[in-house]
């Protein structure tokens, strides 16, 4: 037996000092030729244990129950998704064909980042293999995104009295919709958007802070725009835990965005977002959100970049 001091030590001399949220079960929803990379958890999960991650750096995701959904979705729309009972014109909204995997994907992306949250309030930090639909609103799904998987976490930790306050820092493409709609009003989550202007949704509606840039802006218009934000919102917000949607879709090889951002330019992003935070000691959650490149190894490189960024950072503050 070893003390919990002596097994703290030995855990962060691992290659991973923190955890991981995963399971098999993410990558298994067949999509057919549908847009959304859903092979990227696996190759990203493989990637990883090729890197040194041991297999007790992974925690599986439980599936989110229908009373923790309720902290955000309304009663109907949970029961219409447990159901399957979508019309047509909802699932043209969704974007996804409707399954049964699809379902639990969906169920267990919410468990699993509400299980990350717990993780990185223990520890510091933690990643979602997986987690960050963003489109998904209270009464309905948008945009490949069913249910709001952050928001839920947000409010699951409030309700628990282990959270006052929190921010969201979305660095998708796409605004995060569903996410600034859900928390409009309340000043205990502070939602930051950075995203393309000319690009899905249509219609954005106000976050706490939006910054909206335009096709073709590149790294520099970017990366400036960002430090306008960081680290000063940390420091005059002061949350108590952060929600990082590192998407992979800001990258010029997308198939989606328009952004026009390098790798180098996204891990620079990644930088300003995990390094402020963790020089503030705060407790960071990060989810992968979306990522649409021509080539999915470009995107799970952008997703492994960002937790390279994780790795460092967290080694030397925590
Ligand atoms: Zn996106």
């Known amino acids: 037996m070893v003390d919990l001091k002596t097994a703290l030590r030995i855990f962060r001399r691992r290659k991973f000092p923190f955890k991981f949220v995963y399971s098999d079960s993410y990558w298994m929803v067949e999509l057919g030729n549908h847009i959304f990379p859903i092979k990227k958890y696996l190759r990203i999960y493989e990637k990883l244990l090729g890197a040194g991650a041991k297999k007790d750096n992974f925690l599986s995701p439980p599936l989110v129950t229908d009373e923790e959904l309720q902290l955000v979705h309304s009663a109907k729309y949970v029961k219409k998704i447990r159901s399957g009972k979508l019309s047509q014109s909802e699932l043209l909204t969704l974007e996804i064909p409707y399954s049964s995997e699809g379902t639990e994907f969906a169920f267990m992306n919410v468990g699993g980042t509400i299980r990350t949250t717990e993780a990185a309030l223990d520890e510091g930090l933690a990643v979602h293999i997986g987690g960050g639909f963003h489109h998904a609103f209270a009464d309905h799904g948008e945009g490949f995104c069913v249910f709001n998987d952050v928001a839920v976490a947000l409010e699951k930790m409030r309700h628990e009295g282990r959270i006052d306050r929190a921010m969201v820092v ?115 959650v990060i989810v992968l959100a979306g990522g649409y490149a021509w080539d999915l190894e470009d995107t799970v490189t952008i997703h492994l970049n960002t937790i390279a960024v994780a790795q460092r950072y967290f080694r030397k503050y925590y």
């Open 170 to 284: 979305d660095c998708d493409v796409h605004q995060g919709n569903g996410t600034a709609d859900i928390f409009s009003g309340k000043d205990y989550a502070f939602t930051f958007s950075i995203h393309q202007m000319d690009l899905y949704p249509a219609h954005k509606p106000s976050g706490s802070l939006d910054v909206g840039l335009w096709s073709g802006d590149g790294d520099d218009k970017y990366l400036s725009a960002l430090r306008e934000s960081f680290p000063r919102l940390y420091q005059e917000y002061q949350p108590d835990l952060v929600f990082y949607l590192a998407g992979a879709d800001p990258y010029e090889k997308d198939q989606l965005g328009a952004l026009k951002l390098s790798q180098a330019g996204l891990k620079e992003r990644d930088e300003i977002v995990i390094g402020t935070a963790c020089r503030l000691g705060l407790p960071l």
